[in-house]
């Protein structure tokens, strides 16, 4: 498995490395990790394995909503 915004062999991709400055930027700014994964999944931004960002999360853990969060 390869980490989003890198090839296996280490070369940038650089739409994925855009999408991770960004979040960066907006998380250094005070804006909510939720937000900003809301954010994503609306520009229809994806994983690496394709999933909306928060999907392994929602496996292993619950859908948030569903519990009141």
């Given at each position: 498995?390869?980490?989003?915004?890198?090839?296996?062999?280490?070369?940038?991709?650089?739409?994925?490395?855009?999408?991770?400055?960004?979040?960066?930027?907006?998380?250094d700014?005070?804006?909510?990790?939720?937000?900003?994964?809301?954010q994503?999944?609306?520009?229809?931004?994806?994983?690496?394995?394709?999933?909306?960002?928060?999907?392994?999360?929602?496996?292993?853990?619950?859908?948030l909503?569903?519990?009141?969060?």
């Amino acid at each position: 498995m390869r980490s989003y915004g890198w090839t296996t062999s280490g070369e940038i991709v650089d739409n994925e490395a855009e999408v991770v400055r960004r979040v960066a930027a907006q998380l250094d700014d005070g804006e909510p990790l939720r937000a900003v994964a809301r954010q994503l999944n609306d520009r229809g931004e994806v994983t690496v394995q394709g999933e909306d960002v928060g999907a392994a999360h929602r496996e292993a853990h619950g859908d948030l909503a569903a519990h009141g969060g």
